[in-house]
């Protein structure tokens, strides 16, 4: 028998002049990144906190404080596989995951199939598992208004039954 849990994940980021723009652990040419204190990496940190919301881990906020200066500048992929190493502990290993990036630019169709490969193997899935789609919000609100770039994630994750939790 085998225990399945879900779990959802947003985050939102501000473009900011001079900062390479990462989503889904790809450098995306454009004219500027994401501002943060990790990569700022929206696409990730929306996935790593589906992933501790289905195992009742809190939130990467928790886990990876921004005053922690060991983690300024870092990548969000690091971010991502401590995330699982964590839910491995309790038995977990990822069913599938979905995610919805929200932004008016840049184009980000021609990207999703080099983000699908870069997050399988820390997801440790093959990217048939990994549901990634770009949106606007057709001009509305802060998003709408190129202020900056949005993600949703929800995350299957799936164990033995009787694994006790951490
Ligand atoms: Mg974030």
Redesign the pocket.
């Known amino acids: 028998m085998t225990e399945a849990r879900v779990g959802l994940g947003i ?3 501000r473009f900011a002049a001079g900062r390479p723009l990462v989503l889904g652990g790809v450098t995306v040419p454009h004219s500027k990144g994401l501002l ?3 990569d ?3 696409l990730i ?2 996935l790593c906190d589906s992933l501790l919301g289905a195992a009742g881990e809190s939130d ?2 928790v886990h990876f404080p921004d005053s922690d200066s060991e983690t300024l500048g870092i990548s ?1 992929l690091t971010l991502l596989a401590a995330v699982m190493e964590r839910i491995h502990r309790s038995g977990w290993h990822v069913v599938n995951v979905d995610c919805v990036v929200v932004a008016e630019e840049p184009k980000l169709a021609p990207h999703v199939a080099a983000m699908r490969e870069t997050l399988g193997p820390v997801l440790g899935v093959g990217a048939d598992r990994i549901g990634l789609k770009a949106t606007t919000s057709e001009g509305m609100g802060a998003l709408g208004r190129r202020e900056g770039i949005g993600a949703l994630a929800v995350s299957l994750i799936e164990r033995a039954s009787g694994c006790p939790d951490r």
Do not use: K, L, R, V
């Open positions: 985050d939102f980021h943060g204190h990790s700022a990496d929206a940190h929306a990467i906020g969000s």
